[in-house]
């Protein structure tokens, strides 16, 4: 929410130049604004045409299966719109279950600018890309790319060539990336998900049983990759 972005804003103002972040902490109390936090986009809901309600169910699944193993460590859904039904779908299904809001939440903004629009500080952030881990293609995929500029395609082919559905890879963001020196972003991981699309590479033609499955290894994929960020 806008009054969540002006809070993490005002404390915050002390990265400004995210390379090497002071803890702002009082006394022994560490603020959970500067945890490591994971932004991630609602995967395969857009392009890849897979159905929001069976995804917001995997979210929160997922969500709640790793929140309490990633310490103070937090975890952002993001979208572009204040309209998002994917947000409001997650939103509504983690109070049910009574997720830790401070731990997990949702967040309206561009998730190449976090930082600079929100005042959210998000250490890593995640890309549903494609499976030739090739910048463009519109969505989310474009927009980090085009963000981080040609480092980040350089730092990705030397973990992979490409990837497979299910799958995340954790890459290092090169210091020299606008996204590390404006955003304070020092990690992007890529995820494919399931695509119901039929315009598009491995299309599942709405086998819902075999692209739930995929869409909750794709989760645990990126969960398990920011866990090994973290620790
Ligand atoms: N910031 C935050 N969220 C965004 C942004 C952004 N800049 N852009 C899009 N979203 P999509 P997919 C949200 O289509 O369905 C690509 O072309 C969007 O509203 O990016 O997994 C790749 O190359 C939606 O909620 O990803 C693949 O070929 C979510 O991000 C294919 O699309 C995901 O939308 C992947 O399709």
């Known amino acids: 929410t806008q009054s969540h972005a002006t809070k993490e804003k005002?404390?915050?103002?002390?990265?400004?130049?995210?390379?090497?972040?002071k803890m702002a902490s009082v006394g022994c109390s560490i603020s959970l604004e500067n945890a490591p936090t994971l932004a991630f986009p609602s995967?395969?809901?857009?392009?890849?045409?897979?159905n929001l309600e069976k995804a917001s169910d995997i979210i929160v699944e997922k969500v709640e299966e790793y929140v309490n193993k990633l310490g103070n460590a937090r975890l952002v859904l993001?979208?572009?719109?204040?309209?998002?039904?994917?947000?409001?779908?997650?939103?509504?299904?983690?109070?049910?279950?009574?997720?830790?809001s401070k731990k997990f939440f949702t967040f309206v903004g561009n998730i190449t600018k976090l930082y600079s629009e929100g005042g959210l500080h998000c250490n890593v952030i995640a890309n549903a890309t494609n499976w030739r881990l090739k910048p463009g293609g519109g969505g989310v995929n474009a927009a980090i790319f085009s963000a981080a500029g040609p480092t980040l395609e350089t730092a990705t082919?030397?973990?992979?060539?490409?990837?497979?559905?299910?799958?995340?890879?954790?890459?290092?963001?090169p210091s020299s990336s606008p996204l590390f020196s404006g955003e304070g972003v020092t990690h992007v991981i890529h995820v494919l998900g399931p695509n119901m699309n039929p315009q598009r590479p491995n299309c599942l033609d709405n086998d819902y049983v075999k692209g739930c499955?995929?869409?909750?290894?794709?989760?645990?994929?990126?969960f398990d990759g920011f866990a090994s960020i973290v620790r």
């Open 213 to 222: 499955k995929i869409l909750r290894e794709a989760y645990s994929s990126l």
């Open 78 to 100: 993001v979208d572009l719109s204040q309209n998002s039904k994917i947000l409001s779908l997650v939103r509504a299904k983690a109070a049910e279950k009574n997720i830790d």
């Open 10 to 21: 005002d404390s915050n103002q002390v990265f400004e130049s995210c390379e090497e972040p």
């Open 43 to 50: 995967i395969s809901t857009a392009d890849f045409h897979f």
């Open 157 to 173: 082919k030397v973990k992979a060539e490409s990837l497979s559905s299910g799958k995340a890879i954790v890459v290092p963001l």
